[in-house]
Antibody
Framework: EVQLVQSGAEVKKPGESLKISCRGS????????IGWVRQVPGRGLEWMGI????????RYSPSFQGRVTVSADRSLNSAFLQWRSVQASDTAMYYC?????????????WGQGTLVTVSS | DVVLTQSPLSLPVTLGQPASISCRSS???????????LNWFQQRPGQSPRRLIY???NRDSGVPDRFSGSGSGADFTLKISRVEAEDVGIYYC?????????FGQGTKVEIK
C-alpha cells in the first residue's frame, strides 16, 4: 500500500529553525518526485517546491525561493522541508505529495499534513 | 504565474441535484506534448486533498462516476451529476502545465 507519512505537529517561536519530513512507502521512492503544498488555515492551497528524489534536483515556486529548502534522503525514503528562521506567517498546514510527471501518477497520494504553528 | 479562477466560490446544492464548477485559466494549459495538465481535487473537512480528475477528464480509481471533467485550452468544468452528502467539501482545480503550478481559489460545496 502506497503511503506518505509526515512528521508530527510543530510549535515554534519566531526565528527558530524547523525541519519537517515525509516518508514514502509501498513504492519505489526514486521513481517519484515529492512536492510540498502549503495551506494557511481557512485558505487555499499553494505549491512551494518539488524535489526529484532520483538526483535531488529541485524546483521552487518564486514565492518560496530562498525562504525554504527541500531535500531528500534516498536511504530513508524521505523528503524534507526546512526553514532557517520561521515567522508567524509560516503558520500553516503543510502537505507532501508525490508525482512522476506522467499525469496519471501525479498527485495521486498525499501525506496527512503537518501543522506548523509559529507564535511567540 | 498562471491564475486559475473558479466560479462559483460557494455552491449550495440540494441532494440529488447536479452541480457544476468552472475553472478558467489566464493562459492555455495545453502543453507541448499535446496533453493538458488540469486536475481537480476534493478536500473534505479535516482531510488532505484527494485527486478526482487528471488530464482534464480522466477519473481516478475509486472516484464515483457521477464526477466528470471536461474542457480544453483555458476553460474547464467539473460536474457532479447528482450530489450526495459525502460530496460536501472544497473543490480545487490545479494546473501543472506551467511552473509554478497553481491552484484555483476553491469552491465550497454544501448541502442546502
Amino acid at each position: 500500500e502506497v503511503q506518505l507519512v509526515q512528521s508530527g505537529a510543530e510549535v515554534k517561536k519566531p526565528g527558530e529553525s524547523l525541519k519537517i519530513s515525509c516518508r514514502g512507502s509501498g513504492y519505489t521512492f526514486t521513481d517519484y518526485w515529492i512536492g510540498w503544498v502549503r495551506q494557511v488555515p481557512g485558505r487555499g492551497l499553494e505549491w512551494m517546491g518539488i524535489i526529484y528524489t532520483v538526483d535531488s534536483d529541485k524546483r521552487y515556486s518564486p514565492s518560496f525561493q530562498g525562504r525554504v529548502t527541500v531535500s531528500a534522503d534516498r536511504s530513508l525514503n524521505s523528503a524534507f522541508l526546512q526553514w532557517r528562521s520561521v515567522q508567524a506567517s509560516d503558520t500553516a498546514m503543510y502537505y507532501c505529495v508525490r508525482g512522476s510527471g506522467s499525469g496519471a501518477d501525479d498527485f495521486d497520494y498525499w501525506g496527512q499534513g503537518t501543522l506548523v504553528t509559529v507564535s511567540s | 504565474d498562471v491564475v486559475l479562477t473558479q466560479s462559483p466560490l460557494s455552491l449550495p446544492v440540494t441532494l440529488g441535484q447536479p452541480a457544476s464548477i468552472s475553472c478558467r485559466s489566464s493562459q492555455s494549459l495545453l502543453y507541448s506534448d499535446g496533453n493538458t495538465y488540469l486536475n481537480w481535487f476534493q478536500q473534505r473537512p479535516g482531510q488532505s486533498p484527494r485527486r478526482l480528475i487528471y488530464l482534464v477528464s480522466n477519473r481516478d480509481s475509486g472516484v464515483p462516476d457521477r464526477f466528470s471533467g471536461s474542457g480544453s485550452g483555458a476553460d474547464f468544468t467539473l460536474k457532479i451529476s447528482r450530489v450526495e452528502a459525502e460530496d460536501v467539501g472544497i473543490y480545487y482545480c490545479m494546473q501543472d502545465t506551467h511552473w509554478p503550478w497553481t491552484f484555483g481559489q476553491g469552491t465550497k460545496v454544501e448541502i442546502k
